[in-house]
């Protein structure tokens, strides 16, 4: 909140801007982050000739800040859009359904600028520094819910998963290999040195034995597909939920977090955020 006050100096703010509503939905943002949302905000609501900046402007500039501009030029076919659609309604569902998962702010089928053709945005209620595993895998659920989904209702699979599948091999490789999350390899750091390789940064792993990289890597697989496994079963008992969900960003192709709750109440399914 303190960093917000700064970066809004100069800026006029609408009456009933939440300033603390904006530091929740903003968690895990640096001060440049926050300076970036800010001036951004500043500037759609000068587009759209308003006199002071409201919080839908703020919202609307942390979604530029995360995923990029809106690129509506991109046209997708509609199979396309199908398949976009069931995959972020895969990964809101699948964290609305999980115990540990971050609440979700909005969905969105729009192409942005980064490359992505939808997004699902979990806005934690609070920073955390201290993590569990049930709350890491519960993680590596949502990243894999949006393969599930298409799993379930396309029987078959896409290249629009990739990003998910990369975040997620990163994250259960540091469970396994710096958190001591593997019941196989127990409490013992397994991550190699970080070196300095053509620009960037590789990791040096030659201490390890064959034999210890082969259980690594056959952990971090154990891991993902059973979330895969896990994302399926949450879909395939909720199928029409997930209908729901996608017929609604498919007519709107933005909903906020709201609409998993309607799509599991018209199924009739218990409240969300329950299911371990």
Do not use: W
Not at 153 to 170: N, P, R, V, Y
Not at 200 to 215: A, C, K, V, Y
Not at 229 to 236: D, F, G, S
């Amino acid at each position: 909140v303190q960093i917000l006050k700064i970066h809004s100096k100069g800026i006029k703010l609408a009456r009933g801007f939440d300033l603390d509503r904006a530091a929740r939905i903003t968690p895990g943002f640096s001060g440049a982050d926050l300076a970036n949302a800010m001036n951004e905000a500043a500037l759609l609501a000068a587009r759209r000739n308003a006199t002071a900046v409201g919080i839908k402007d703020f919202e609307a500039a942390m979604e530029r800040v995360i995923a990029g501009l809106e690129k509506k030029t991109r046209v997708m076919n509609e199979r396309e859009r199908q398949t976009v659609a069931y995959h972020e309604s895969g990964h809101a569902l699948v964290a609305g359904l999980l115990t540990h998962a971050d609440p979700v702010a909005k969905i969105s089928i729009i192409p942005r600028a980064r490359g992505a053709l939808g997004y699902t945005m979990q806005m934690p209620s609070e920073d955390r520094y201290i993590l569990t595993r049930d709350e890491l895998t519960d993680r590596v659920g949502v990243m894999m819910g949006g393969r599930a989904a298409e799993t379930t209702m396309l029987d078959t699979i896409s290249t629009g998963a990739s990003d998910d599948i990369q975040k997620a091999t990163e994250l259960v490789r540091r469970m396994v290999t710096e958190f001591g999350m593997s019941e196989k390899l127990g409490s013992v750091r397994y991550a190699g040195q970080q070196l300095q390789y053509l620009g960037g940064m590789m990791q040096d792993n030659s201490q390890l034995s064959p034999r210890t990289r082969e259980i690594i890597d056959a952990e971090v697989q154990d891991i993902i597909t059973g979330q895969f496994e896990r994302a399926q079963a949450v879909l395939r008992e909720h199928r029409a939920a997930l209908e729901t969900l996608a017929k609604d960003l498919l007519e709107h192709e933005t909903v906020d977090g709201s609409a998993v709750q309607a799509a599991l109440e018209a199924e009739g399914a218990p409240n969300a955020g329950g299911t371990g």
